[in-house]
């Protein structure tokens, strides 16, 4: 009886580990930020270079951090998300411009609308390091103490929106 | 006139636009190789030595199977000039694996350290290597006993056989 049910067992095994590992994301890097302060910066803002903006001006506030730029193709498919998203007003969205040129990123924000309550510069990517950044778009959602709560590494969808993100800003601002 | 013909050969023809080829593959793969060479200087041959270390230990997060020394995205490049800069500001090796698992996580080590979550990863491989060994001894000690019984019960039915007839032999008298 064994002789018979030993393979079946196998293969049962064999397959719930190989089922598993289809819908693994590998390429998905879990964050160590999670549950950890915002790494510090105090960056130019895009639309106004002699400005700087630092996490601590958001103190109090739920906001998105969004790292996006003008050569970023998936950044394409995210922006009308984003968009529809900043309509709703539900939190502060802040834009990293990461990489980029100010005067292609203006451009981009021109013809695509602007979903950013404001934008800031990191022309040479160092923000990007502290923040743990290594394909863009990524969308981290901070709390009021200024803590990251959620990444999301790739272009946000509608449904990511109504199921992680929406829940998630309003627990955020319901909590002191 | 034959010789000439030669060159009208297609095989030949053939070599030597392959040859062609090559040589231009060549040339293509250099000049990107050439494009990733970065000039940085020392202070001393051990703080070289510790910049090729680093960079050969840790992984680029883009290319997630090239090291940061091998790979030529972006990424890599700020990656290694981070290193490069840290070096520079008299930092440790181990000041530096840890700025960069602070904000990559364990994944951006080639070499894990030994943990809750890396435990598999260093176990697993001695695990499976254990239950093969056992598998493979309770399966021939299994084969052993069996081929004993088999012999047993086979030299049985032999002296069975040889008492019948005995008794055969007996039962007729002999004839002599």
Same mark, same amino acid.
């Given at each position: 009886?064994?002789? *018979? ?49 630092? !996490?601590?001006? &958001?103190? /109090? ?20 998300? &984003?968009?529809? &998203? ?29 979903? *950013? ?7 040479? /990517?160092?923000? /990007?390091?502290?923040?743990?950044? *290594? ?10 103490? /200024?803590?990251?709560? *959620? ?15 929406? !829940? ?9 | $006139? ?9 095989? @030949? ?23 990733? @060479? +970065? ?35 972006? %990424?890599? #490049? ?6 490069? +800069? $840290? %070096? ?8 530096? @694996? ?55 019960? +086979? ?8 008492? #019948? ?5 007996? +039962? ?5």
């Amino acid at each position: 009886m064994l002789k *018979y049910i030993l393979p079946l067992i196998l293969f049962i095994v064999l397959s719930v580990f190989l089922a598993l590992g289809l819908n693994l994301h590998p390429s998905e890097i879990p964050s160590p930020l999670i549950n950890k302060a915002v790494p510090a910066f105090s960056a130019p803002k895009l639309q106004s270079p002699e400005e700087k903006l630092s !996490p601590t001006d &958001l103190k /109090g506030k739920v906001w998105l951090f969004n790292v996006w730029a003008s050569w970023c193709t998936s950044c394409r498919s995210e922006h009308p998300i &984003l968009n529809q &998203l900043a309509r709703q007003q539900a939190a502060i969205i802040v834009g990293l411009n990461y990489k980029d040129e100010p005067e292609a990123a203006l451009g981009w924000l021109a013809n695509l609308g602007n979903p *950013y309550d404001v934008s800031i510069m990191d022309q040479d /990517g160092r923000i /990007g390091i502290d923040w743990g950044v *290594y394909g863009v778009p990524e969308t981290f959602v901070i709390d009021k103490q /200024g803590i990251i709560r *959620y990444k999301h590494t790739g272009p946000v969808t509608p449904e990511d929106v109504q199921q992680i993100f929406l !829940p998630l800003i309003a627990k955020l601002q319901a909590e002191n | $006139m034959k010789p000439l013909s030669i060159i009208g050969n297609g095989s @030949v023809r053939c070599f030597i636009s392959s040859c062609i080829l090559a040589v231009v593959f060549l040339l293509i793969l250099s000049g990107k190789t050439f494009a990733g @060479v +970065e000039f940085r200087e020392f202070a001393d041959p051990e703080q070289q030595e510790a910049y090729e270390n680093l960079t050969k230990e840790l992984r680029c997060l883009v290319c997630q199977n090239q090291t940061i020394a091998d790979s030529n995205a972006e %990424l890599a #490049a700020d990656l290694r000039r981070q290193v490069y +800069e $840290m %070096l520079q500001q008299g930092k440790s090796k181990q000041d530096i @694996v840890q700025f960069m698992t602070d904000r990559y996580g364990d994944f951006v080590l080639y070499n894990p350290p030994f943990n809750l979550k890396t435990g598999l990863l260093w176990i697993g491989p001695v695990v499976f290597l254990l239950i093969g060994l056992i598998a493979v001894f309770l399966f021939a000690r299994r084969k052993k006993a069996e081929s004993n019984r088999h012999s047993h019960a +086979e030299q049985g039915h032999e002296n069975a056989e040889k008492l #019948a007839k005995v008794r055969s032999l007996l +039962e007729k008298g002999d004839p002599s």
